[in-house]
């Protein structure tokens, strides 16, 4: 039998189809949908079909809310999502409660009372992005957003925008509370590879609106939580802050495709937005962004972390320093090769 011929570009196409092993990470989105979440007693003020943009109130947030029985003349103003009025009184001391007090009504009991949810102040809540809302509710708001969105591991802290800088000109650094300056108050800073605790706390009473970083070691992430508890439990809290992670826990860097795209938006001062829910880091409407090619490869681990480029070979199982034993292929970017787990790498869509 005489030997087949090679075929041009064979090779290539069947490296093209392990890279569809590869582990696929969302880009950048121009239809994300957002969810402001609202509890018992907040007052919502847009309605579906609004336009928002970043400074437009959509709702008024009670704190330190409580429950208790009220009773009325009347069983109209018993129906619940009504607010609290002067015809109200509290059915356990049978008089009118305190005159700053407000409320909402729950639902109504059996012997023809009902419970309230009251407090005495409210807190103004803000889009912070610029869209349309989609629905309007007692539980919260979905928001279809202008611009486009990034998706992000995590984020810790409130709803913010403010205008992007860049902290650090190293995406593998690590951003140090002596490197804070009092002069990015009110702006969203891109951090490096690592931020801790101690340098979201400092940045927050300097006023800055959030931190946005490669990682974060768990144990910060839990006490950086903690601490806007306990700062959101305060009369005058501090105004909203953020820390939002792009890559994952731990040390990580923010080279390649990522780093690109922060950079390029800090370069012209965008105002973006962090958002909680879920995790995304909103650019403004117009605003035009480095573009990644569509099944390009990354190194997110291991050496040459942060590397963009493409498989040079056919995989095969290697044994690694560790002794275990992964699928890995030769992996080509930057003007050399080198063999890299099939696991450490992500794809691009």
């Given at each position: 039998?005489?030997?087949?011929?090679?075929?041009p570009?064979?090779?290539e196409?069947?490296?093209?189809?392990v890279a569809?092993?590869?582990?696929v990470?969302?880009?950048l989105?121009?239809?994300?949908?957002?969810w402001i979440?609202?509890a018992?007693?907040?007052?919502?003020?847009?309605g579906?079909?609004d336009?928002?943009?970043p400074?437009?109130?959509?709702?008024?947030?009670?704190r330190?809310?409580?429950?208790?029985?009220?009773?009325?003349?009347?069983t109209?103003?018993?129906e619940?999502g009504r607010?609290l009025?002067d015809?109200?009184r509290?059915g356990?001391?049978g008089?009118a409660?305190?005159?700053?007090?407000?409320?909402?009504?729950?639902?109504?009991?059996?012997?023809?009372?009902?419970?309230?949810v009251?407090?005495h102040?409210?807190e103004?809540?803000?889009?912070h992005?610029?869209g349309?809302?989609v629905?309007a509710?007692?539980?919260g708001?979905?928001?279809?957003l202008?611009g486009?969105?990034?998706?992000?591991?995590?984020?810790?802290?409130?709803?913010?925008?403010?205008?992007?800088?860049?902290?650090?000109?190293d995406?593998?650094?690590?951003l140090?509370?002596?490197?804070?300056h009092?002069?990015?108050?009110g702006?969203?800073?891109?951090a490096?590879?690592?931020?801790?605790?101690?340098t979201?706390?400092?940045?927050r009473?300097?006023?800055?609106?959030?931190v946005v970083?490669?990682?974060?070691?768990?144990?910060d992430?839990?006490?950086?939580v903690?601490?806007?508890a306990?700062?959101?439990a305060?009369?005058h809290?501090?105004?909203?802050?953020?820390a939002a992670?792009?890559?994952?826990?731990g040390?990580?860097?923010?080279?390649?495709?990522?780093?690109?795209?922060?950079?390029?938006?800090?370069?012209?001062?965008a105002e973006?937005?962090?958002?909680?829910?879920?995790?995304?880091?909103?650019?403004?409407p117009?605003l035009?962004?480095?573009?990644v090619?569509?099944?390009?490869?990354?190194?997110?681990?291991?050496?040459?972390?942060g590397?963009t480029?493409?498989?040079?070979?056919?995989?095969?199982?290697v044994?690694?320093?560790?002794?275990?034993?992964?699928?890995a292929?030769?992996?080509?970017?930057?003007?050399r090769?080198?063999?890299v787990?099939?696991?450490?790498?992500?794809r691009?869509?």
């Amino acid at each position: 039998m005489s030997p087949r011929a090679a075929v041009p570009g064979r090779a290539e196409s069947a490296w093209e189809g392990v890279a569809r092993l590869v582990a696929v990470r969302p880009w950048l989105s121009s239809e994300a949908h957002a969810w402001i979440g609202l509890a018992p007693g907040d007052l919502t003020l847009v309605g579906a079909g609004d336009e928002l943009r970043p400074e437009t109130v959509v709702a008024e947030r009670l704190r330190d809310p409580r429950v208790t029985i009220v009773a009325a003349r009347d069983t109209e103003s018993l129906e619940p999502g009504r607010p609290l009025g002067d015809g109200h009184r509290s059915g356990r001391r049978g008089r009118a409660g305190h005159p700053d007090e407000t409320g909402t009504i729950l639902h109504r009991m059996p012997d023809g009372r009902a419970r309230a949810v009251t407090g005495h102040l409210r807190e103004s809540v803000l889009a912070h992005v610029a869209g349309r809302v989609v629905a309007a509710g007692p539980g919260g708001l979905e928001i279809a957003l202008d611009g486009q969105s990034l998706p992000l591991a995590a984020v810790a802290g409130e709803a913010v925008h403010g205008i992007l800088r860049l902290a650090t000109h190293d995406p593998g650094e690590e951003l140090r509370p002596a490197a804070l300056h009092v002069a990015d108050a009110g702006c969203i800073l891109v951090a490096g590879a690592r931020v801790d605790v101690e340098t979201l706390t400092r940045a927050r009473a300097m006023g800055l609106r959030g931190v946005v970083s490669g990682g974060i070691a768990g144990h910060d992430l839990r006490d950086f939580v903690a601490s806007e508890a306990r700062q959101r439990a305060v009369l005058h809290p501090l105004p909203g802050f953020a820390a939002a992670v792009v890559e994952g826990f731990g040390r990580r860097t923010l080279a390649g495709p990522p780093f690109e795209l922060l950079a390029a938006a800090a370069e012209v001062e965008a105002e973006v937005a962090i958002l909680p829910d879920p995790p995304l880091l909103v650019f403004p409407p117009g605003l035009a962004l480095p573009t990644v090619a569509a099944g390009s490869l990354r190194v997110a681990a291991g050496p040459g972390a942060g590397a963009t480029g493409r498989l040079s070979g056919a995989p095969a199982v290697v044994r690694c320093s560790e002794g275990t034993h992964l699928l890995a292929a030769p992996f080509a970017a930057e003007g050399r090769r080198w063999t890299v787990p099939l696991a450490d790498l992500e794809r691009f869509r």
